[in-house]
């Protein structure tokens, strides 16, 4: 299983890891895994790679359009709307190099892609229709879903359709590695023993206190001067915590030496030129280098090297365009 977690702008980091495991693999990193999760722009890149879209055109969309998906709009300092629109984002992922107007019954590979239903107050998984069960997303506009799992609160407004308004699912799944081993098992009948994980995650920045800055826990308290940084702080402190609460369990529920968790802490230094909206010339070169030493890394690593051999299973779809199994297209 492949997990790739949300962190806005710094999913750029993530998308440049995968392109240099595809370059030392020679094919798409989506053949080698039987199981792609995703969260907010973890979410994209999963929807991407399940079409075997090259990581590396993700990097060259982030890198050269970074700046007009995070172009921020009058907003009265985030106060009356969201600091950003997903306008630009939707006109990219539309487009025909990337998701154009393909549903999620079109991937080649088994995805699933958290978000929250705000309609119904409930949180909801996208899904490849890999099991019987599975019986209505396939018919979902993948662009739909992307926006979705990436309206991050008080940075985009909610995504509307199917008479339903969605917010990022990092609210409640950031790291998705325990989904995806949930419905390894549940859903794919996977053994505990057999499965192996590798999750990426997004240079996720460890949100503490100042001890010497007011502790009344007042809006003040948590965003300053400005209220609007209260949301944004907010949901920073609930990505980063997730992430190192979800490595730590999949340590304990993935058997020994089948986890591999490939992430680089932020130096303080490092953390003031990177965040969910930082787009710029210092941001990208901090992300991009970042992501080169830690592919080193894991690839200086002759078991990881040798899980990247493994090939991935052909996917059972039981309903959409791509179906090989019983169902029905129309269900």
Known sequence: MLALSGGGYRGLYTAKVLAHLEAH?????????DLIAGTSIGGILA????????????VELFTQHGQDIFKARRSLWGLVRSRYTQADLSRLLRTDD???SR????????????????????????KTPHHVDLTRDHAYAIADVALATSAAPAYFPRHSFDNRQFIDG????????????HEAQHYLGARRDDIHVVSIGTMSSRFTVDPRKNRSGGTYDWGGINPANTPQRLFGIAISSQEALVNSMLRHRVKAGQYYHIDEPLTDEKSRAVALDKTDAAAQEALLGAASQSSKEALGQPLFRELLKHPASPPTFYYGPNINA?????A
């Open 326 to 330: 019983g169902g029905s297209t129309h």
């Open 170 to 181: 990092g609210l409640f799944a950031n790291a998705p590695g325990l989904l995806a081993f």
């Open 98 to 100: 990337i998701f154009a």
């Open 25 to 33: 693999i020679e094919a798409p990193i989506a053949s080698r895994f």
């Open 103 to 126: 549903t999620l019954g079109e991937c080649k590979r088994r995805v699933i892609v958290p978000a929250i239903d705000y309609s119904n107050g409930v949180p909801v998984l996208f």
């Open 47 to 58: 929807l991407a790679l399940s079409l075997e879209i090259p990581a590396l055109a993700m």
